[in-house]
């Protein structure tokens, strides 16, 4: 049975801070690994990663894939509120397109 | 572009009515997924439409039945509704490998 596991489940932190958000996976012939975040609404697609050590990034978030360990983080620097929600990690087997996703981790910018 | 519109976007259900969720997208995309989330569970994927006249079961596909009814629209129906499956619905595309794309989902409560 394929499995996602984030870590951690919330975290409240500071603007200005810098946050890394760990996704962890085993799963059958593995091909991406997806993050996705959600605020109120539907989850909106930040980063595909297919390949290790290959580093993805958009603005202050950056993501990395290490194929051999099996995981996978998300980096948010200099935090903004705006950045408050729940982020995602989905991974994607290489056979058929379903998603298998983490139970996400609830991310609390204050001001 | 709408993306994916799903309707109705609220509803309150009696245990043992039944309902019927719709779903469609405009990106010409060939694979459909209805997903459920609940708190602390991440999203679980209960059907899914690989492309138009096949449909497969995914993790939590008990009390729930799907149609593809074209290349756009793909609804998820349940038959007698039961207080464990309040719950927010959403509805995904994609095409090929790339990125799933959600609608703002369906709050679902039954009493």
């Known amino acids: 049975e394929d499995k996602v596991v984030q870590s951690p489940l919330s975290l409240v932190v500071h603007e200005g801070d810098t946050v890394t958000l760990n996704c962890s996976y085993e799963?059958?012939?593995?091909?991406?690994l997806l993050w996705y975040k959600q605020e109120k609404k539907a989850p909106t697609f930040l980063f595909m990663l297919?390949?290790?050590?290959i580093e993805k990034k958009s603005g202050r978030l950056s993501s990395i894939l290490d194929k051999k360990e099996l995981f996978s983080i998300l980096n948010i620097t200099a935090t903004q509120t705006g950045d408050s929600a729940i982020y995602l990690c989905?991974?994607?087997?290489?056979?058929?397109?379903?998603?298998?996703f983490g139970k996400g981790t609830l991310l609390t910018v204050n001001p | 572009n709408a993306g994916v519109t799903q309707t109705p976007k609220f509803q309150v259900l009696k245990t043992g009515q039944s309902m019927t969720l719709q779903c469609a997208q405009d990106?010409?995309?060939?694979?459909m997924y209805w997903y459920r989330q609940d708190p602390g569970m991440g999203l679980r994927l209960i059907y899914y439409?690989?492309?138009?006249?096949?449909?497969d079961k995914g993790e939590v596909p008990n009390g729930y039945n799907v149609s593809r009814l074209n290349k756009r629209e793909f609804s998820l129906r349940l038959e007698s509704a039961a207080p464990s499956q309040t719950s927010v619905y959403f509805c995904?595309?994609?095409?090929?490998?790339?990125?799933?794309?959600f609608g703002d989902g369906t709050r679902l409560s039954i009493l």
């Open positions: 995904a595309s994609s095409e090929g490998f790339q990125p799933q794309h």
């Open positions: 799963v059958t012939n593995f091909r991406s």
């Open positions: 297919t390949s290790s050590g």
């Open positions: 989905a991974v994607e087997r290489g056979s058929n397109y379903k998603l298998t």
């Open positions: 990106m010409n995309h060939n694979s």
């Open positions: 439409s690989a492309s138009e006249g096949t449909t």
